[in-house]
């Protein structure tokens, strides 16, 4: 079963790639995209720092540093679903 978000309710995803791959399987399991599709759905930056799927929000790309300290917001998709996003801590 995929879950069918649209994309504008989404503003980060966090996988856990032990396995580069695993990414784009997310992505597709998800239902960003379809099976087989998520190669060429990521392009043009889209999972990139400051791109449309972007985990670090507020913040732009150039300011973001490894070390950087954040504090995590959860985003209420649906009753179910909530997903963290990530801003500069105060």
Do not use: K
Request: a negative charge; aromatic letters at 8%.
């Amino acid at each position: 079963m995929s879950l069918r978000l649209p994309l504008t309710t989404v503003d980060g995803l966090h996988t856990y790639d032990a396995f580069s791959p695993l990414v784009l399987f997310t992505l597709e399991r998800v239902g960003f995209c379809g099976p087989g599709e998520a190669a060429a759905w990521v392009q043009d930056g889209r999972i990139e720092l400051g791109g449309e799927l972007a985990n670090v929000v507020d913040v732009p790309p150039a300011e973001i540093r490894i070390d950087m300290a954040v504090s995590v917001v959860f985003d209420d998709v649906t009753p179910e679903i909530s997903i963290p996003r990530f801003r500069r801590a105060p």
